[in-house]
């Protein structure tokens, strides 16, 4: 059985879906209704390294290649069926003990685009903005970013490739040309050619490897699934990052960050996310507290999310429609419980989402709920005691998470309970960050969290025993749960390639089977 790859089938498409079999089964490539799995594990192979370490500043996909006022940094986004987002930074950064924030009003936000090359028959206008990051406390740097622009282009015709530039024709500081294709609008017939999902990507050798299988697997859309850069593995002066930060800087006087790591991570990722728009939520590693409690500046300020468009107003949770795909980006990071806004807005979210239009519906947040590494497990179980019954009633088909930085799949479960009607849930921690691959199992001999392991940074704790079931009465299972299909450590992205409102093909790219073909 082909374990790296599983035809992925609706919720709400039971009797059609038998029609199908007969097709499938000729492809050899397992189907969820030949589920659930047996469990298997994939040993991590002893001859690769667990990580690698960052990039340097001066690597030149992170060095700053444009002078003055000129773009970089640049990036796409959903923001309707028939709207995109291009956001871009400006203008230097500056750290140091005395930062002097620049004036976003210096220079203007455009966009000039259009469907021939040169020839930009529409232009668009939008807003800047800057952030800091100031810390109070002897001996730390503080920062304060580029200018920030946000441009929202819409007239967008669906499947219709698009040429653009950015940036401010008064002074005159434009981008080069780049060109993106629109995504198909909402409808059961049409879907984005190939979304490549990934998780904690950080900025190591390894995340590099990542990003160039991406870019060969030529994506029409990004789902990151949080922990984008990692720069609070470092301290505010910079040097080296480290893999565990509390044990390197035990007497730090806070989580500090160094924040041109983000700087670095926009113009490592802009050859993709230029021409393929990333939807992004947040992750711990986006917390980066400063200054009076003051959280996730760098995250908001930087990438637009469509949270106006979506109704949440708030960039830590929001949805958007990708051809007959409905998304929904829920926060870990914010009030989850039933009683608060998040909850709330995702009710009134899932109720309005019409199946006949948008067959596929898919979840994704950054802490998996399912889990059988002992790295954050059971770590978000108050989360998933407040959302879970919410996605089961609505028959949500997939949720992606990362945090746990290894590969699993789990089969259809609900409650810990094996469930036709659940989601699969599948867990892509592991883009290539600092922090090194995950390779225990809470299973195995010795391996078992205790209670007091896996606070969350956010939010309860609700750890708990098995009440029924092979573990029942236990914290851990004795063997690989019967949840989880497959997992295996390793360090790679996967693709989802939805075909028709029926199934779509999910695919797991290790980063060492670039070197053998995609």
């Not at 685009?113 to 529409?122: A, F, I, L, M, P």
């Not at 009633?393 to 409650?415: K, L, P, T």
Request: aromatic share 12%.
């Amino acid at each position: 059985m082909n374990h790296l790859k599983l035809w992925l089938l609706t919720n709400t498409f039971f009797i059609t879906i038998i029609a199908t079999q007969t097709l499938l089964a000729q492809n050899q490539i397992p189907t969820t209704l030949d589920g659930p799995f047996k469990p298997v594990t994939r040993r991590f192979d002893p001859s690769f390294r667990r990580g690698s370490d960052d990039l340097p500043m001066n690597h030149p996909r992170l060095k700053k290649n444009v002078t003055s006022n000129f773009p970089e940094q640049i990036s796409l986004a959903i923001s309707s069926p028939t709207s995109m987002w291009v956001s871009w930074v400006t203008g230097e950064a500056q750290i140091g003990s005395n930062v002097i924030p620049l004036d976003p009003a210096s220079v203007a936000s455009e966009v000039w685009y259009g469907k021939e090359s040169g020839k930009y028959t529409s232009r668009g206008k939008g807003d800047s903005t800057i952030y800091t990051q100031l810390y109070p406390f002897e001996g730390l740097l503080n920062y304060t970013s580029g200018i920030i622009h946000h441009v929202r282009i819409d007239g967008l015709e669906p499947e219709t490739k698009y040429f653009y530039k950015c940036g401010d024709s008064s002074i005159p500081a434009m981008s080069e040309e780049h060109v993106f294709e629109t995504l198909p609008l909402p409808g059961p017939n049409a879907y984005p050619r190939r979304i490549a999902i990934i998780g904690d990507l950080g900025l190591t050798s390894n995340s590099s490897t990542t990003i160039d299988h991406v870019i060969a697997n030529d994506p029409s859309m990004i789902l990151m699934v949080g922990d984008l850069t990692y720069a609070n593995q470092y301290l505010t002066t910079g040097g080296k990052g480290v893999p565990c930060y509390s044990c390197a800087f035990p007497d730090a006087p806070i989580r500090e960050t160094y924040q041109p790591r983000w700087d670095g991570w926009g113009r490592f990722m802009e050859p993709l996310i230029s021409s393929s728009p990333m939807m992004v939520i947040e992750g711990n590693h986006e917390i980066e507290p400063q200054v009076s409690g003051i959280t996730f500046k760098s995250y908001l300020s930087r990438y637009a999310v469509p949270s106006e468009e979506s109704g949440s107003n708030s960039n830590f949770y929001y949805s958007f429609d990708a051809g007959g795909i409905h998304f929904v980006m829920l926060g870990a990071y914010v009030d989850y419980n039933s009683t608060g806004a998040q909850y709330s807005w995702l009710k009134k979210d899932l109720y309005q989402v019409d199946r006949a239009k948008t067959p596929w519906l898919v979840a994704a947040w950054h802490p998996p709920w399912y889990n059988s590494y002992s790295s954050h497990y059971q770590e978000f179980e108050c989360m998933r005691q407040e959302m879970e019954a919410l996605l089961y009633q609505y028959r949500v088909d997939i949720v992606f998470s990362g945090h746990v930085h290894a590969y699993e799949r789990m089969n259809r479960v609900f409650n810990y309970t094996l469930d036709p009607c659940g989601p699969v849930y599948i867990t892509v921690g592991d883009g290539g960050n600092i922090e090194k691959i995950d390779v225990d199992h809470a299973d195995e001999p010795g391996n078992c969290p205790s209670a007091g392991d896996n606070i969350p940074e956010f939010g309860g704790v609700c750890h708990i025993n098995f009440s029924s079931g092979p573990a029942e009465g236990k914290f851990c299972w004795d063997k690989q749960p019967e949840w989880s299909a497959f997992r295996e450590s390793s360090f790679g992205h996967g693709i989802l390639e939805v075909v028709n409102s029926t199934y779509a093909l999910w695919t797991w790219h290790r980063n060492q089977d670039m070197y053998k073909g995609r």
